[in-house]
C-alpha cells in the first residue's frame, strides 16, 4: 500500500459527460501529480501541484482541470468525454521534489475509466 | 529522440533466476532522478528502486538492484532470485532538474514473465 488513495476505482461513463477522480496523497507529501495511461501514449503526465498550486503541467487537455485543497487532497475534472480519453489515471504524491530529497514519488492503484 | 529507451518488449525467465532489464535515458541534465516501477496485471504502479545521478553507489533494495553506468546513460534493473511474483510490466523513469523534478518521462516498458 503506497498510502496514496485514488477515487473511484472504476468508472464508466458516456461521451460527452464529467467525470472527477479524487486523489489522497500519502501523509506528509504536499506534492500531487496526474498522470494518464493509456495503450496508444503510454504514461504521460498531467499535472502537478505542490501545496495547493500548479507547480508543472504537462500534456493535460483544454477539457482536463485540476486543483489541489488546502487538506492537499486533489481531484482531476475531465469534461466533455470522448473515447480517447478511456485511460488509466493516477495520481502519485511525494514530498517536495529535489535530486535528492523527495526521490520517491509514490502512486495510488489508478482510477479505469471507460467512456463509452 | 526518447528520453528513455526499453528495448526488451518482453522477457522471460525462470523461478529463481536472475534477469536484467534494459533502460537507457538521454538527457543534458546534469542532475537527475531515475526510478523503476513496477506494474502487475491489476494495475497499481509500485516503486521499487531510485537512483540519483550524483549517487557513487548503485542503488539496492532487496532483490532489486540498479546497474546504473553514468557514461552510458544505462540504468538497468536486476532482479536476483526471480518468484513468480516478479510477473509484471517494468517501467524505467526519469526525473530532471530543469522539470524541477516536478516529471517523470517514462519508458514503454518491459513484460517480465516468471515461469515455474
Known amino acids: 500500500d503506497s498510502g496514496v488513495t485514488q477515487t473511484p476505482k472504476h468508472l464508466i461513463t458516456a461521451t460527452g459527460q464529467r467525470v472527477t477522480l479524487r486523489c489522497s496523497p500519502r501523509?506528509?507529501?504536499?506534492?500531487v501529480y496526474w498522470y494518464q495511461q493509456s495503450l496508444d501514449q503510454g504514461l504521460q503526465f498531467l499535472i502537478q501541484y505542490y501545496n495547493g498550486e500548479e507547480r508543472a503541467k504537462g500534456n493535460i487537455l483544454e477539457r482536463f482541470s485540476a486543483q489541489q485543497f488546502p487538506d492537499l487532497h486533489s481531484e482531476l475534472n475531465l469534461s466533455s468525454l470522448e473515447l480517447g480519453d478511456s485511460a488509466l489515471y493516477f495520481c502519485a504524491s511525494s514530498v517536495e521534489p529535489t535530486e535528492r530529497d523527495g526521490n520517491t514519488i509514490y502512486f495510488g492503484e489508478g482510477s479505469w475509466l471507460t467512456v463509452v | 529522440a526518447q528520453k528513455i529507451t526499453q528495448t526488451q518488449p518482453g522477457m522471460f525467465v525462470q523461478e529463481k533466476e536472475a534477469v536484467t532489464l534494459d533502460c537507457t535515458y538521454d538527457t543534458s541534465d546534469p542532475s537527475y532522478g531515475l526510478f523503476w516501477y513496477k506494474q502487475p496485471s491489476s494495475g497499481e504502479m509500485i516503486f521499487l528502486i531510485y537512483q540519483g545521478s550524483y549517487d557513487q553507489q548503485n542503488a539496492t533494495e532487496g532483490r532489486y538492484s540498479l546497474n546504473f553506468q553514468k557514461a552510458r546513460k544505462s540504468a538497468n534493473l536486476v532482479i536476483s532470485a526471480s518468484q513468480l511474483g516478479d510477473s509484471a510490466m517494468y517501467f524505467c523513469?526519469?526525473?530532471?532538474?530543469?522539470?524541477?523534478?516536478?516529471?517523470?518521462?517514462f519508458g514503454k516498458g518491459t513484460m517480465l514473465l516468471v515461469s515455474p
Open positions: 501523509s506528509g507529501d504536499l506534492s
Open positions: 523513469a526519469m526525473r530532471e532538474a530543469y522539470s524541477g523534478y516536478s516529471t517523470l518521462t
